[in-house]
C-alpha cells in the first residue's frame, strides 16, 4: 500500500506563483472579494522579497502540489518592546479541510514569531466563520476587540 505524502509546511517559493495564485483567490473568493491581477502580483513580489517588515508566505504542500497558504506580518506594537505579528491570510483548499492543515500552517506562523523574539500573533475572521473558528478556539484566545475600518 502506497502511503500518501504528508502535508508539509515551507516558505513560499517563486516557483509557487500558479498555485499560489489559485489558493489565494479561492481565499479571495470566500470572502467574496475580488482584485486586480496587478495586485496578486503586487502581494506575491512582496512575500518573496526578503525584505525585514515585509510580508512572508507559507504555503502547505501535499502529494498532489499546494493545498494552503498563510501571508504573515511582523511590526511594530505602541505596547510592547517586541515586534508582533499579524497573521493576515489563511486558506486551505476546501479539500483537505478538516486534515490539519489550518492548525499546521498557524503553527509555523507560531514557530516563525517565536524565532524572531515577537511574543504575539493575532488574526481576524468574520464572525460567521464558524468552520475556522472552532480550530482557532482551540489554539489562540478571542479577544473582545472590534474591528473599524476606512476604505
Sequence with gaps: M??????SIRPLQASDWPEWHRLWTGYLD???TVLPEATYVRTFERMLSGQPNEYSGLVAEGQDGLVGLTHYLF??????????CYLQDLYADPSVRGSGVGRKLIEAVYAAADAAGAP???WMTQ???????QLYDRIATLTP???????
Design 75 to 84: 511590526h511594530r506594537h505602541g505596547w510592547k518592546a517586541e515586534n508582533v
Design 2 to 7: 502506497v502511503q500518501a505524502k504528508p502535508i
Design 127 to 133: 464572525e460567521n466563520n464558524a468552520t475556522a473558528r
Design 120 to 122: 504575539a500573533v493575532y
Design 145 to 151: 476587540f472590534l474591528k473599524y475600518s476606512r476604505f
Design 30 to 32: 470566500f470572502y467574496e
